[in-house]
């Protein structure tokens, strides 16, 4: 597992409990890579999960399996637009299938974590059938 982000306090304390939380060895480059680097690191990950930002932009642009996390942003617009990509919306619990133009905004403290496991396991199984 690899973490990327910025290295910012408030990115930092999630950063830090999301590898609290797991028993995988993890690889910290939050803060320390520029954009190409960034890229080259999305370009050879099996799945790419986070929020709207342009990391997901450049997974998209990769083709690569991707959970997007969705929150005050409306998905209809932004989401990536291939079939490798699977949408977490806060206030929803399971990944969205169908789009429209007025979805309903929420914070994204109302994205729990097991939307964003099924939101996963629905990525990896979709590669399984692949």
């Known amino acids: ?28 480059l939050a803060g320390r890579l520029s954009l190409i680097e960034l890229a080259a ?4 990950c099996e799945l790419a999960l986070g929020v709207d930002t342009a990391a997901m932009h450049l ?9 997007v996390l969705y929150g005050p942003t409306n998905p209809y617009h932004w989401r990536p637009r291939h079939r490798r990509a699977v949408i977490a919306l806060a206030g929803q619990n399971d990944p969205l299938n169908s789009f ?13 974590t097991d939307a ?15």
Do not use: C, N, W, Y
């Open 1 to 28: 597992m690899v973490l990327t982000g910025a290295a910012d306090p408030f990115e930092r304390a999630h950063l830090d409990a999301i590898k609290a939380a797991t028993a995988r060895p993890v690889i910290d």
């Open 41 to 44: 690191v999305i370009a050879r």
């Open 59 to 67: 997974a998209a642009g990769f083709g690569k399996p991707q959970v």
């Open 100 to 112: 429209i133009l007025k979805h309903r905004s929420a914070p994204m403290d109302e994205l729990s």
């Open 116 to 130: 964003v496991i099924r939101a996963m396991d629905t990525a990896r199984a979709s590669e399984a059938q692949q």
